[in-house]
């Protein structure tokens, strides 16, 4: 059975002291951005398809993509939620608390479950933020995976919350783009193994994001203490040359060469290194 929710389309409340915005399931994920940003907040889910698809669907799925490093999976976002159950009838738990100690916690059991297996989600009530006071965006070459978790764990350090984002791509994948895409040119003066860009979302001033990335680049490459690895390459484009990480044509674009084939899956970021043996104690 195919159930359409698109007539769902309500924008029920938006409560800009709590925090929170109350949508029915077919509401477009990119107008609960727009309208969140009118009341100067910030509602952080977004991805690709943000212009089509449905809160409905992003809950189903536990949709989540580069903002999960700092705000969580949609299932993090959802503070309440109205169920239309199996038997027909209407589960209300469509609370915006965040201190909800109430009994058993019924509204996980929706999020992610096979796109309403268990239940028709049928309205939300959603977290939103303060809209951050800039974005910086940055691209960061180096050698290797281990490299990239050594300036992951720098820039946690330094950059703490702010940190929005911290993507991975192989320098293969940044070529095809190039090759693919004429008007995107090879960001780097030489080649290297691999790239990272990384997002802030910063609430303090435009002028402190790039602050707080380039000392994250300088103790990685040694540069401020002298004692660093010197694993980090070039670092290029912070602030105000990219938009932020989810407009990054070179992201976003889609090189075709060959067949096309895409994985969703996720393991410890610990794992992404070089594999090591399990200890045994």
């Known amino acids: 059975m195919v159930i359409s929710l698109r007539r769902l389309n309500w924008i029920r409340d938006v409560d800009p002291l709590n925090n929170t915005i109350t949508v029915e399931a077919g509401v477009i994920l990119a107008d609960i951005q727009a309208r969140a940003e009118k009341e100067q907040r910030l509602f952080t889910l977004s991805l690709a398809a943000e212009g089509s698809c449905m809160i409905d669907s992003n809950l189903s799925t536990n949709a989540g993509v580069t903002a999960v490093l700092r705000y969580g999976n949609t299932r993090e976002l959802r503070l ?28 996980d059991l929706y999020i992610g479950a096979e796109e309403g297996t268990l239940g028709i989600i049928t309205a939300a009530a959603m977290k939103l933020h303060p809209a951050p006071v800039a974005h910086v965006t940055a691209l960061a070459a180096l050698a290797s995976p281990q490299a990239a978790l050594d300036f992951l764990a720098t820039a946690q ?41 990384l997002e802030l979302s910063d609430s303090e001033s435009e002028e402190h994001g790039p602050r707080v990335v380039r000392t994250a680049d300088g103790t990685c490459n040694g540069a401020r203490t002298g004692r660093g690895r010197g694993r980090c390459g070039e670092l290029v484009a912070v602030a105000g040359v990219l938009e932020s990480a989810r407009t990054y044509p070179a992201r976003s674009g889609r090189a075709m060469e060959g067949l096309d084939i895409k994985h969703d899956i996720a393991v410890p970021i610990s794992r992404i290194g070089p594999s090591k043996q399990p200890t045994r104690s």
Do not use: C
């Not at 940190?163 to 003066?189: A, I, K």
């Open 157 to 197: 350090r330094y950059a703490g919350p702010l940190l929005t984002g911290f993507e991975l791509m192989s320098d293969f994948s940044l070529h095809l783009v190039t090759t693919h895409f004429p008007q995107m040119r090879y960001p780097f003066s030489k080649k290297h193994g691999q790239t990272v860009l």
């Open 80 to 107: 309440g939620l109205e169920v239309v159950t199996p038997q027909g009838a209407i589960w209300d738990g469509l609370r915006g608390l965040r201190k909800d100690n109430t009994g058993y916690n019924l509204r």
